[in-house]
């Protein structure tokens, strides 16, 4: 165990206060959240039904049932009846408390206040309805983390429009494999975006995308580098003209539940991204129970994720306005001027909850960055990460290097149900190399081969009753057949994510990887995630990527990894990694291969593509290259077994 929340910490946490109401109304115990977790899978309407009134949603229509049948997935039906507005929960505070806070590296400062943004999400939906937009036309950005990025998502919303979204670092083509598949009426761009403090251009990539999209009716351009330059930009309205003069009042249109809200995409390694529609209902509560319960979030708080709004994180932290709280937006590179450049914000800013990835925290650790010789982050109550594991080193490295008072949320879920399975908890303990627990609602299991669910037993994350925040739909799938194949071939009428996963006996979950790029060495079932988390631990290496080769009807493990500089692959370093793996995972972890390269592929989004690599050193074809932040790299891996 590396964490206790005190008493003070836990008695006023959201969760406590939740967990005392339903105990009160449905005679359960206060202090055992394992329970009452119970209790909201056996109970799904009566427990999303508190959830409802508990998060204050506001609504027009209220529904006339919870779901018809929690049972049915995909195809439940959630809050039938019931009429509302994404973008109006999000609104809901209108004064001059501090909204959003922007840093584009060290280069741009600002705040808005929500009587500002209520303001300029008005005179941008103005804009909107006069350029034709209706009901469930679609709006894309290409664009940076910034104000205007969440005023016009809200704008869009307001109307219901279907946002979706891609940050600047993408490709031509990974855009275009997205956007063409949802026909967007209008593109929204910043003309550039800052990276290790110089100003990169997008507008020729906006006219090379532009050029493949005939659906697009408008394009609305924001100058954001100082650099903005309409010729030879056709239909281009300028960000500050958008709405002037207009004193059309801010209308929330009210929809049903189910009312489209976002689309968005899988990482596309494998073959074109798979654009997947989330409600804005399902997206609103899920979010609403996860941010202010799981993640302890109040009103008044100042919260923060890195991420570009080409990942999930931007839209779940997004939804944190709806409690009030002031969202900290970054853009750029989280180590520019220097390795501890965001932890200098969290302390200039007072961030009571920080959120990042594994991979940053295992930077920030490789940098030799110290952040309690920077601050002791009196105000820091939460620090959250996603994206990959995080190893035991991360989590060691938190409570000895950061702060030993802290609660450390480890979380996982993904773009497919845009939210979480299992996530933080502000009254359970922190234990190393554990999540802390599954979410309320959120009936998960782990099964065995045979499908049959285990405890202290390596299996695949499944969850057995539906919840309101899965896809409504694939777009463009007729009778639902991508999505069906997607969740539901393995397991019939049961969702089966695609992790490997262990559950622990006092309720905590370890991430083992996933399961398509899970290693099968003589017929035993290894999680990648075991292995990194040992190698990634020895001193000369920087990165790893681990995948299995199958020779002679076998799969044997091989390691690539990346070092240090300075440091080379020899027979020492060799026989340390592999007496490393065998003593603290087991001999048939032991890769039979080891082979250094100089760099490992990730998404933009940062996550190792393991399926890649795996494909390439069996001579098949890879899909979409252009989901991949350094495609190059790739090169390295042909034949590297011949």
């Given amino acids: 165990m590396l964490w206790k929340p005190k008493a003070s910490y836990s008695i006023n946490s959201n969760m406590q206060k939740f967990l005392n109401h339903v105990a009160l109304r449905y005679d359960l115990p206060r202090n055992d959240y394992r329970t009452v977790h119970g209790w909201s899978i056996e109970n799904t309407e009566e427990f999303w039904a508190e959830i409802w009134d508990y998060c204050d949603v506001i609504y027009s229509t209220n529904y006339e049932s919870v779901v018809d049948n929690p049972k049915k997935m995909p195809g439940a039906s959630w809050f039938k009846g019931s009429r509302l507005n994404f973008a109006e929960n999000l609104l809901k505070r209108n004064d001059d408390h501090v909204a959003l806070i922007f840093r584009g590296e060290d280069t741009v400062k600002r705040e808005i206040t929500y009587k500002q943004l209520n303001e300029e999400v008005r005179r941008v939906a103005a804009g909107f309805k006069n350029m034709g937009v209706k009901i469930g036309d679609r709006i894309a950005a290409f664009m940076p983390n910034m104000p205007e990025t969440i005023i016009a998502m809200l704008a869009a919303t307001s109307m219901g429009a279907i946002w979706t979204s891609t940050s600047p670092d993408f490709g031509i083509k990974g855009v275009l494999d997205r956007f063409s598949q949802i026909e967007p009426k209008l593109i929204i761009a910043a003309d550039g975006y800052f990276y290790k403090g110089k100003a990169f251009d997008s507008l020729e990539k906006l006219k090379g995308i532009l050029s493949s999209l005939p ?3 408008k394009v609305l351009l924001v100058d954001y580098t100082g650099n903005l330059n309409t010729t030879g930009m056709k239909n281009a309205v300028l960000w500050e003209e958008l709405g002037k003069g207009s004193n059309d009042p801010l209308v929330f249109e009210q929809l049903p539940f189910d009312h489209p809200l976002y689309i ?23 979010h609403l129970k996860e941010l202010i319960l799981h993640s302890g979030i109040t009103k008044d708080q100042t919260v923060f994720y890195f991420t570009t709004c080409g990942w999930m994180m931007w839209n779940w932290i997004v939804s944190s306005l709806a409690i009030g709280s002031t969202l900290v937006l970054y853009d750029g590179n989280p180590f520019y001027p220097g390795p501890d450049a965001l932890i200098k914000m969290a302390k200039e800013l007072k961030i009571d909850f920080f959120g990042t990835s594994a991979k ?23 620090i959250a990460s996603t994206g990959s594991p995080l190893s035991n080193d991360s989590f060691e490295y938190v409570y000895k290097k950061w702060k030993s008072d802290v609660q450390l949320s480890s979380i996982a879920g993904g773009t497919d149900i845009i939210s979480c399975f299992i996530l933080g908890n502000p009254v359970l303990p922190v234990y190393i190399g554990e999540i802390q627990c599954k979410g309320l609602g959120m009936d998960v299991d782990c099964y065995d081969h045979a499908g049959n669910g285990v405890i202290n037993e390596q299996g695949e994350l499944v969850c057995k009753t539906a919840f309101p925040s899965m896809p409504v739909y694939f777009w463009n799938d007729t009778g639902n057949k991508k999505y069906h194949a997607a969740y539901f071939e393995e397991y019939t009428g049961i969702w089966h994510h695609g992790d490997f996963i262990e559950i622990t006996e006092h309720g905590g979950i370890k991430m083992l990887g996933r399961s398509d790029s899970t290693l099968n060495p003589q017929g035993v079932r290894i999680g990648t995630a075991e292995i990194y988390r040992v190698v990634e631990s020895i001193s000369e290496i920087e990165d790893s990527v681990v995948v299995g080769h199958k020779i002679d009807g076998d799969e044997e493990v091989v390691l690539f990894v990346k070092l240090k500089n300075g440091s080379n692959l020899d027979e020492k370093l060799e026989k340390n990694l592999r007496s490393s793996i065998k003593n603290n995972c087991s001999p048939r972890h032991v890769p039979s291969i080891i082979i250094q390269v100089p760099d490992i592929p990730y998404t933009i989004n940062g996550k190792k593509v393991e399926i890649a690599i795996k494909k390439i050193i069996h001579g098949q074809p890879i899909g979409n290259k252009d989901a991949l932040a350094n495609p190059e790299c790739l090169e390295h891996f042909k034949g590297i077994l011949n």
Avoid: C, N, W
């Fill in 215 to 217: 659906s697009v009716e």
């Fill in 264 to 286: 968005m995409y899988s990482s596309g390694t494998t073959g074109l991204p798979k654009s997947i529609v989330h409600s804005a209902g399902g997206t609103l509560v899920q």
């Fill in 360 to 382: 940053y925290i295992a930077s920030l650790e490789d940098a030799g960055v110290i952040p309690s010789e920077i601050d002791s982050f009196p105000h820091l109550k939460v």
